[in-house]
């Protein structure tokens, strides 16, 4: 067994240079995130949030640097640390030819797990997620929120103890941004951790910490209110635009 | 502003090429962007116009055939008559490049030709000369001369046949001689479908699972799924596996569907072991299945997917026999036959269907056919990985 760790992800010069570009989409990054805390990773379209967040969960290979997950080396691990994460990716990543049912149960089969732990697991996220009605429903004739809701039930199903959140409050109407936070602060009171991406500055006044990302790298990281004291600012949005002053960001 | 009212008829309301001819650019533009697709595009029927214009120029040649020749001289008494015609006939056979002549045992040629090692074996009996003499002479006989022949290719056995008739002709003149076939394999005789039939179905295999295969895999790329998988307790080869057995179930729908059809509505008859032939049409499936995920590989959409079917299914048509007998290629093309797999599938089904064959005659095709799984799975393995380090 991994050595108990206050931090449950730790990256150390994370570095990802793409085969087809020459681009460093990250770019030396160094992340600590604590057991059960929301971390929010903010930063413009480009800024390799996606990336990071795909390298430390293993589906994509560092270039070069280190990252280690609930104590696991990862790549090397990847397989043994996927079963305490959960991703609900920014475009969803559901079978839009399945049902609603037949997607969730699809990845709990991938986790192993049994008829008898998915039906109330799966229950019971319908019930939070409010899904109960759309079950049947064909995942390609769901609305853009309720495509969320099914991707994020596909992260949870196998009860993960860190899940990621890519984009997953981003064009998505208030009433239900805000119920999704409620529902992340529930998580976060079971003890699992969750890191949220966010291209959306404000977004990130509801996290415990920030990290705020430009070009690959951190440029700025603590809780809202430290980070608002630092930077003598209102709102995380006028730090990031202080903070990228003469930068033309992406998009 | 002070005119407030709308034009009731504004100018842009008739047809307007303009905006017919923005649809028509931006459809264009969509291949500009594509270039795979474009080159594809440009490459596909470059490809086939050569290899079939190259399949269909090679006439029926150098067919492997067997020859005894038993005849001996015959000298009449009287009239005086010294005939020895057999040589003659022979001679003419060897110097047609229609057909490739080896002597030898006719017992053996039978063999040969049941092996499929040669297409026919040719028997010029002991008394042909003999027969030949006393006809001239007024008597009234049956002369006749044996050609064992492989029935399962028409157009060899068209081919052959005249060569024989030719080369009897020219030796002896229009006499009546009787050319009596023997068809092998149990004499069985073929109409256009039985023949058909085995190169369809591995024809509709290559065919198919390549097109559902590429789209399955890219699709999954598409939607994003795949990526997904990556993070979670998922194994290449449990990925790769599962591909294999979901579109094999398809494969075996598919190829039963085709058997049925040919058995039940054209009376296609399966000479030799159903249960051969299934296992046979199952490993060929799950080559090109492991052939498909790899080529997936290639696709970035489903459009480029999609053309990768014809890609490698009308290139094997043309060389893997299945319109042109793969002796009837030009020469210096045909060692391309035997890297293209549907060889292998034509020579199984047809092999078990038509000619009665098992694993003992098989083995070689059988081998063949198992080596591509290992090479196809390989390379769709080792690029399943690679595609996470990028």
């Keep these: 067994m991994a050595i108990e760790s206050e931090y449950v992800i730790e990256t150390q010069d994370l570095v990802k240079i793409y085969k087809t570009g020459k681009v460093k989409a990250v770019d030396g990054l160094n992340l600590k995130i604590k057991k059960g805390e929301i971390y929010a990773l903010i930063g413009a379209n480009g800024s390799g949030k996606t990336t990071s967040l795909n390298m430390i969960s293993g589906a994509l290979f560092p270039t070069s640097g280190n990252i280690r997950v609930l104590g696991y080396n990862v790549p090397k691990h990847r397989r043994i640390i996927s079963n305490y994460i959960g991703i609900a990716p920014q475009d969803y990543s559901i079978f839009y030819d399945l049902s609603l049912e037949e997607n969730v149960r699809f990845f709990s089969r991938i986790y192993g797990m049994t008829k008898a732990e998915f039906e109330p697991r799966f229950n019971e996220l319908l019930n939070i997620l409010r899904l109960e009605e759309k079950r049947k429903a064909l995942a390609k004739n769901l609305s853009g929120g309720m495509k969320r809701r099914t991707s994020i039930a596909c992260a949870l199903i196998h009860n993960p103890r860190i899940v990621f959140f890519d984009e997953a409050t981003v064009g998505i109407d208030p009433v239900l941004r805000t119920f999704f936070w409620k529902y992340f602060h529930s998580l976060k009171e079971d003890g699992i951790t969750l890191v949220i991406t966010s291209h959306v500055m404000d977004e990130a006044e509801r996290a415990d910490r920030i990290g705020l990302m430009r070009g690959g790298k951190l440029i700025a990281e603590g809780t809202p209110s430290e980070l608002r004291n630092k930077h003598n600012a209102d709102s995380i949005e006028e730090i990031f635009i202080k903070l990228s002053e003469g930068v033309i960001i992406d998009e | ?390």
């Excluded at chain 2, 072991?273 to 970035?300: C, D, E, K, P, T």
């Design chain 2, 1 to 390: 502003m002070s005119k407030k009212n709308v034009d009731l008829k504004p100018k842009n309301l008739n047809f307007s090429l303009r905006r017919t001819m923005a649809i028509a650019f931006r459809t264009m533009n969509q291949f500009r962007r594509d270039r795979r697709t474009i080159a594809l595009m440009s490459i596909v029927p470059i490809v086939i116009m050569l290899i079939f214009g190259l399949a269909f120029s090679g006439e029926v040649r150098n067919v492997p055939v067997i020859i005894d020749n038993q005849d001996v001289l015959y000298t009449n008494p009287f009239p005086p008559i010294s005939l020895h015609l057999g040589p003659n006939i022979t001679d003419n056979l060897v110097a047609d490049d229609g057909v490739d002549v080896t002597f030898g045992n006719y017992d053996q040629g039978i063999d040969s030709v049941e092996l499929g090692d040669v297409y026919a074996a040719v028997l010029i009996p002991a008394n042909f000369s003999e027969l030949v003499v006393r006809m001239l002479t007024g008597e009234n006989v049956t002369i006749q001369l044996y050609v064992y022949i492989d029935a399962t290719k028409p157009t060899i056995r068209a081919s052959v046949m005249s060569t024989i008739y030719d080369a009897l002709d020219s030796a002896v003149g229009d006499r009546g001689i009787k050319l009596v076939q023997i068809l092998a394999h149990d004499g069985a005789e073929f109409t256009g479908l039985d023949v058909g039939i085995p190169s369809v179905i591995a024809f509709v295999i290559i065919f198919l699972l390549v097109i559902v295969g590429t789209i399955t895999v890219t699709r999954e790329k598409i939607q994003g799924t795949q990526d997904r998988l990556y993070s979670t307790p998922l194994r290449s080869s449990e990925r790769l596996l599962g591909y294999v057995i979901g579109l094999l179930l398809i494969a075996i729908l598919m190829i039963s569907l085709t058997l049925i059809f040919g058995v039940l509505v054209f009376g296609v008859k399966v000479h030799g072991n159903v249960f051969l032939l299934i296992f046979a049409a199952l490993i060929f499936g799950i080559a090109h299945v492991f052939l498909a995920v790899f080529l997936s590989n290639f696709a970035q959409n489903e459009l480029q997917a999609i053309q990768f079917a014809p890609l490698t299914a009308l290139p094997s048509m043309a060389l893997g026999g299945m319109l042109v007998p793969i002796v009837s290629l030009p020469v210096w093309l045909q060692p391309l036959s035997y890297v293209v797999p549907l060889t292998y599938g034509i020579n199984l089904f047809e092999g078990i269907m038509l000619k009665g064959w098992g694993f003992k005659e098989l083995w070689v095709d059988f081998t063949v056919v198992a080596g591509m799984c290992l090479l196809f799975f390989i390379l769709a393995v080792v690029t399943v990985r690679n595609r996470m380090r990028d």
